[in-house]
């Protein structure tokens, strides 16, 4: 087993990183005066990881969309109690999530910190599915499928990512289909669980007051080491161009919904630190709260105070993204098109990168003290191949003229899709 410990002398925070020996890399930040503690346990397998190929084998094996979530369901259960039973009994707040690149577990907790970390090593690497447990949770989530169907947030986002990708299952809803998961058994997940949450594959991360040495003590516990298992994923090419540039659906809304996203075209299956960074900037330079854009489409209604901008990227998918309520959402998505066309003509301002600058600096450093900000940002820095301080490092050498790059580079005009929402 080795560990390091990793300093910022700016922000005078430090963690431990340390490799296992089980092959699990564990990542550690002992926050002394806090009272809580929270761990995340994550493995780098989410719902656009449909294809793979095992080190050895000549056919990739596709299983059915859906498949990463079904199995973040079933991993709570066991042949007696389940995870959140045992959670309940110690107090702990306990969850789990699945993206499109990623499945987490985790938990929240003032005390019983050394039970609860065992709990959650222990029913993350102790599967129990049989058909009959199957079946029946087929019919939970597809009732969560549908019931999504008619979520008008939801139905936005993924009408978007129809409309920008052709090929790649990021457009496909993380739970699947109702078709989908009915072709999901015992033995497809076992399968999918045997090659993913290996412990190579996975990370996990405390944050709060804790000591290494507790989180070492259970690992060592429950913990056995594991030969690393090597496998190939298959995200499939894009073409360059979006699928269609416009798609309306009409749901329950007192005022439309709209999401306008820009189809990027990168090579890299991983976006650089650098890279999102740079896009982050870009993005509330064009549309932050404090921006002239802003200020203007709210002052003539054209959005309200739901709007937002995110760079939605991960492994093998990458695109910016403007989301909000709008009367008029075809004029709202011009003008922000406008803007981003006015911005590669004339440039931003000192003063608008300087703003700009401030609040994602800020930000970053002010999530240093929310422990549930630090658990995931360790896990997310660790899935992007990048170290938790190193955005506080670029935050002082980036430039304005980089970010105008950026702009020109990665908002194509020209290539674009717009979701309404009616």
Known sequence: MAEKLIKNELLGEEYYEIDHSSGLKIFVMEKKDYTGAFAMFGTRYGSVDTCFRLKGQEKFTTVPEGIAHFLEHKLFESEELDAFERFGKTGANANAFTSFDRTCYIFQCSSSFEENLEILLDFVKSPYFTEATVQKEQGIIGQEIRMYQDDPDWQVLFNLL???????????????????????????????????????????????????????????????????????????EEPEKVACDYIEETLGVDIPKFALGFKENHREPVRTAKETLLMNLALDCIAGKVSPLYCRLLEEGLINSSFGKEYFSGRGFACPIFTGESREPKKAAEEIIGEIRRIKTEGISDEDFSVSLRRLYGGEIFSFNDVDDLAGNLVDAYFGGRGLFDNIELYQSVTKQEVEKTVAESFDTENFCLSVIK
């Open 162 to 236: 129809r409309g920008i990708y052709s090929k790649n299952p990021v457009r496909i809803d993380i739970a699947g289909t109702t078709d989908s998961i009915a072709q999901i058994n015992a033995e497809l997940l076992y399968s999918c669980y045997n090659t993913f949450y290996n412990l190579s594959n996975m990370v996990l991360a405390v944050a709060g007051n804790v000591k290494k040495e507790e989180v070492l003590a259970i690992a060592d516990k429950v913990l056995k080491k594991e030969d690393k298992v090597e496998f190939e994923q298959i995200i499939p």
